[in-house]
């Protein structure tokens, strides 16, 4: 893990480029590539029986693939493959690399395609941009169309092919480690590997429950204040008042995440603070057999101890039968450092995630403040 999320920000990943002082000259797209539109194909060589080809239609953008098949004639210039540059041109404006094989380019969706003297990548990158505020000055009753010849009137500023190319590697590399970055975050998930040798314990064995002392406060009837009002998966709203001032681990006592596990049912906070009467409040007399459990009571299936169909509910005497497997004080202390020391380093994932998304937005921007040739 740590080996992983430190080499998504290595230097290797980088390619050397400054087109800072390079001059660009802004040209229209039908310059120097051809827009070819979509053609209506008849909807009676139309089927969902995988016979024929497969047919673009725009709402097959973005889920990057179609459930609609062409069994009819076609001319085989309608037809797309692998990495073509296409265009939404109703509703949202929309361009795309189409990354699904051969297909047909139905209407209302058009492809670039022939460049001359331009990545088709690097137009990629900046059309978007360009489509949105197209879009956002689009009048409509319904539904705002661009048509292909006011996609050909784009301008784009282009710099020399070469620098296009590291323009487009850059932006390649800096995708790469938002990609790896988010896949670090998104698939780390906190696990103890349980000894089947660990003596096992419930949670009114090692905590005190304090749910007697919870406060239900109604929204009409909050005052706003700073002391955080928890509820079964987190803040909820700030109070003027609190009731519990220290470290608590905080486990949902009903709603659906009981059983859809979307979010964490345990949850520990610290400090001065509310609580509803929608999660159960758990005070330990030591830190490392808090984190301990939340993390185990995370892991592990409650189902068999939750009631209700409509509304799951873990009420208090089913969450004290929970068992804990729990070793040695010591041995918990190294597995909750462990976990600690994991955690941060997916903190440094989502930075570098965030990081590297503005270097993307930041390599797009500068480029529609390159210096123009002066022979525009």
């Not at 390649?172 to 896949?183: C, D, H, L």
């Not at 906190?190 to 419930?202: G, L, N």
């Not at 994932?349 to 965030?354: F, L, P, Q, R, T």
């Amino acid at each position: 893990m740590e080996n992983e999320i430190h080499n998504l920000s290595a230097d290797h990943y980088l390619v050397a480029a400054d087109y800072s002082k390079a001059k660009c000259r802004m040209v229209e797209l039908q310059e120097v590539c051809e827009i070819l539109n979509g053609y209506a194909f008849k909807s009676d060589f139309f089927n969902n029986e995988k016979s024929g080809i497969p047919l673009i239609r725009i709402r097959d953008i973005n889920s990057g693939f179609s459930k609609t098949y062409y069994s009819g004639k076609y001319d085989e210039k309608y037809v797309i493959e692998n990495e073509d540059l296409l265009i939404v041109m109703d509703g949202d404006f929309i361009a795309c690399l189409w990354h699904n094989g051969k297909a047909l380019l139905n209407q209302r969706v058009c492809k670039l395609q022939n460049f001359s003297g331009v990545s088709k990548n690097y137009i990629y990158h900046l059309i978007q941009k360009e489509l949105n505020a197209i879009h956002a000055l689009t009048q409509a009753v319904t539904v705002k169309h661009i048509s292909a010849a006011q996609v050909g009137k784009i301008k784009i500023p282009l710099p020399p092919l070469e620098i296009q190319e590291q323009i487009v590697a850059n932006i390649a590399a800096y995708k790469n480690i938002v990609i790896g970055s988010n896949q670090a975050i998104t698939n780390w998930k906190p696990k103890i590997e349980i000894d089947v040798k660990w003596k096992k314990a419930t949670l009114l064995d090692i905590s005190k429950n304090h749910d007697s002392k919870r406060k239900p406060v109604t929204k009409s009837e909050r005052s706003s204040g700073k002391y955080p009002y928890y509820g079964a998966s987190g803040i909820v709203d700030y109070v003027k008042e609190y009731i519990f001032d220290g470290d608590y681990l905080l486990i949902s006592e009903d709603g659906a995440n009981l059983l859809s596990r979307n979010a964490p049912i345990a949850f520990s906070i610290s400090g001065k603070n509310c609580v509803n009467n929608h999660a159960h409040i758990l005070k330990f007399d030591n830190h490392y057999t808090q984190k301990f459990v939340e993390t185990y009571i995370n892991q592990i299936d409650v189902s068999s101890f939750v009631t209700g169909a409509i509304y799951p509910k873990l009420n208090q005497r089913a969450l004290n039968k929970i068992e804990i497997p729990l070793p040695s004080l010591a041995l918990q202390k190294e597995i909750v450092e462990k976990i600690a020391a994991e955690y941060a380093l997916i903190e440094s994932a989502k930075k570098i995630s965030e990081i590297y998304e503005q270097k993307i937005k930041t390599t797009i921007s500068e480029l529609w403040h390159a210096k123009t040739d002066s022979r525009n």
